[in-house]
Every structure is written in C-alpha cells, then in structure tokens.
C-alpha cells in the first residue's frame, strides 16, 4: 500500500514540472496551464494529509474545495486579461508584454 | 482493494500523472498541450479515488476537466494562429530553470525522507461526502461564504476586463 511519502513525492515532483512550466514558457496560456498543475501537486498533498494524518475530520479535503473554487476564479480572470493583452498586442508572448517595466 | 492493487494503481496513476505533466510543459503545440492537461486532470482525480476522497474527485472531474480545460481551450482558440508548431514556445530559461528545478526537487525530496509523520492509523469512517458537506456548513460557514463572494466578484471582473468598449 502507498504510504503518505509516496503522495508526497508524487506532489513534489508534479510541482517541480509545474515550475519547470512557468518559468520555461513563452505563451501565456502555457503559463497559467503550469500554474493549474502547481494547483493539482497542491491539492494532492492536502488529500493525503487528510487521508493519513487526520482521517477523522478530514479538513485537508474541505481546504481542496476552496482551493478548486480559487482555481477557477484564477482561470477566468487570467484568461480574461489573456484576451485582451492579445487585443493590444496581437500576440500573448509574455516577454513581449513590458508596458508595465521602465 | 488489496494492498499489491493498490500499489499498482498507485504507480500506473503516478506515470500517467508525471507523463501528462511533463509533456504540457514541454509540447510545442499548445492545443496538445492543453488535451495532456485533461489526461493530468483525470489521473489526478484517481488519485484522489486512491485516498478515498471521492466527493474531491468528482469536483476535480467537474471543474477542472469539464469547466477550466474548456476555458483554456477557448482561449487558445481565440488567441489564433498562436497555437501552430512553427512558433517557439520556451524561452531562454531552460538551462537554469531544469537546475532551479532540480535543486528544489532534491532538496524537498530529502526533507520528505527525514521528516517523521504522525500518521494516524485509522481510516476513513464512512462517506468523506457526508463530513465534507457538515464541515462546510458548520465549521467552515464563514469561509465558505467569503469563497463564494471571491469567485462572484472574480466572474464579474473577468466579463468586465474582457468586454469589447
């Protein structure tokens, strides 16, 4: 049976690639696609702290649901700014988005 | 489920996840990209089913392959001719970031190793639903107020940024 390190380095691993992602990506959709896996390995640990640690009020899935419904709302408004860089810019290349730098 | 099929699971979940992953950090075509997502997303979910949270797999499965995947392909769809082959899609940062990433793992891996849990023995009593949707309720009213306000607000602002003037 798998036991509670294993998951955890599921986790860590997942979340490495998820870095990996964010910091290698030049599209922005690329981007916030690393970002939800970071939200997964996150989620995983919880569950797995919930099923090992504390099985009997197992906060830690109560914690993933609002991390699930955070998720979301990053979605829709990271999406959202998305469109309209690539209304300005006529591309969603982050490194050719530098309006906020001087 | 008896231990050696679990254990199975547990690994053939684990390479699926770890696979998917990595190619949707990796894959030039952001579209295929977005598809390994959806394979991440359904591994992850049996995961979950593994640690017999099965009210946490049903939302994943829910929101995440079946409302922000189809998000996130709109947008590709909308960002057009950005998703073809021809166009670089990783940046200069590869080198440092495969080092930056790989210290982070060995370091969080060796803190893993060392650290001595408590792992409580016991299992899960019953259905996890049921202690989920009694904790919401009570427990964790206020939060869960305040979370559906932060999604509403989020909405409103994402409609909001992305009209047309």
Not at chain 2, 34 to 40: D, M, Q, R, S
Request: hydrophobic share 60%.
């Amino acid at each position: 049976m798998p036991s509670l390190y294993h998951y955890l380095s599921l986790s860590a691993l997942l979340f490495c690639i998820g870095i990996f992602g964010a910091l290698t990506r030049r599209n922005a959709i690329g981007i916030l696609m690393a970002i939800e896996l970071l939200f997964n390995a996150v989620n995983i640990n919880f569950v797995a702290f919930a099923r090992f640690i504390d099985p009997q009020a197992i906060v830690g899935q109560v914690f993933t649901i609002f991390v699930i419904t955070i998720a979301a709302a990053e979605a829709a408004v990271g999406l959202a700014i998305i469109i309209l860089i690539y209304r300005q810019h006529k591309g969603v290349d982050v490194d050719k988005v530098n309006i906020m730098k001087w | 489920m008896e231990n050696g099929t679990q254990t199975a699971v547990f690994y053939i979940l684990s390479g699926l996840i770890v696979g998917s992953a990595f190619m949707v950090v990796s894959l030039k075509n952001i579209f295929h990209s977005a598809l390994f997502l959806v394979l991440c997303f359904f591994s992850v979910a049996g995961i979950y089913i593994l640690l017999s949270a099965e009210f946490v797999a049903a939302v994943q499965v829910l929101i995440y392959v079946g409302a922000i995947t189809v998000l996130l392909i709109f947008a590709i769809m909308l960002t057009a001719q950005l998703y073809s082959p021809s166009i670089r899609q990783s940046n200069e940062q590869v080198i440092p970031g495969i080092i930056i990433v790989g210290t982070l793992l060995i370091v969080t891996l060796s803190v893993l190793r060392r650290t001595s849990w408590r792992i409580s023995t016991q299992g899960i009593e019953g259905q996890s639903t049921v202690s989920i949707g009694k904790s919401l309720l009570t427990t964790y009213v206020l939060p869960f107020e305040v979370v559906s306000l932060v999604l509403i607000a989020a909405l409103i602002g994402a409609i909001i940024i992305a009209r047309r003037e």
